[in-house]
Antibody, heavy 122, light 110 residues
Framework: QVQLVESGGGVVQPGRSLTLSCAASGFIFSSYSMHWVRQAPGKGLEWVALISYHGSQKRYGDSVKGRFTISRDNSKNTIFLQMNSLRAEDTAVYFC???????????????WGQGTLVTVSS | QSALTQPASVPGSPGQSITISCTGTSSDVGGHNSVSWYQQHAGKAPKLMIYEVSNRPSGVSSRFSGSKSGNTASLTISGLQADDEADYHCSSYTSSGSLVFGTGTKVTVL
């Protein structure tokens, strides 16, 4: 069965960096575009970033553009989110999610991980 | 990009039908047939319930249906059940090539 497992969350000071990982299994990883979505405590969902199935196309939400970088390693069935210059407002549970449309992307997500909590605090 | 507007809470009794609205602009909801809906139980990951306005993924109950009129999309849950108590989030593709989510709605089964 499809599994997405995030890791790398934790407590980090403002201005520092952190890298999240999402390990995928149970499907042909290299055929699917992947996303990061976050949810601040008690708040709604916020789309963070997209990486195409081949890794050459990347898009970001306005609030993270220029600070976060999404990448993937298809040989390891893993995507990453490098987060720099972290702010208190980046505190959230970060989910990785699979785009439902293989060999492309349509911005709806049929598989989600359980999330990893990032807390930005001094 | 501002979040799409959803009511904070919608209550309903078992067996009743409820509708959750999701209001955006002509640059997102009104301009694209790319509205999705997710159900999220407390402490869990979201689950896709509706995609492309009105399509249900396999395995999702036919009690869930989606529609759109102008800049407002709607999710209707018919025959409300206790397990439907959850948060519901809408999302839409935007003309700037990104995705915007709604503010989220808590459905309470009385």
């Amino acid at each position: 069965q499809v599994q997405l497992v995030e890791s790398g969350g934790g407590v980090v000071q403002p201005g520092r960096s952190l890298t999240l990982s999402c390990a995928a299994s149970g499907f042909i990883f290299s055929s699917y575009s992947m996303h990061w979505v976050r949810q601040a405590p008690g708040k709604g969902l916020e789309w963070v970033a997209l990486i195409s199935y081949h890794g050459s196309q990347k898009r970001y939400g306005d609030s993270v553009k220029g600070r976060f970088t999404i990448s993937r390693d298809n040989s390891k069935n893993t995507i990453f989110l490098q987060m720099n210059s972290l702010r208190a407002e980046d505190t959230a549970v970060y989910f990785c999610a699979r785009d439902d449309y293989s060999a492309g992307w349509k911005y709806y997500f049929d598989q989600w991980g359980q999330g990893t909590l990032v807390t930005v605090s001094s | 990009q501002s979040a799409l507007t959803q009511p904070a809470s919608v209550p309903g009794s078992p067996g009743q039908s409820i509708t959750i609205s999701c209001t955006g602009t002509s640059s997102d909801v009104g301009g694209h047939n790319s509205v999705s809906w997710y159900q999220q139980h407390a402490g869990k990951a979201p689950k896709l319930m509706i995609y492309e306005v009105s399509n249900r993924p396999s395995g999702v109950s036919s009690r869930f249906s989606g529609s759109k009129s102008g800049n407002t999309a709607s999710l209707t849950i018919s025959g409300l059940q206790a397990d439907d108590e959850a948060d519901y989030h809408c999302s839409s593709y935007t003309s700037s090539g990104s995705l915007v989510f709604g503010t989220g709605t808590k459905v309470t089964v009385l």
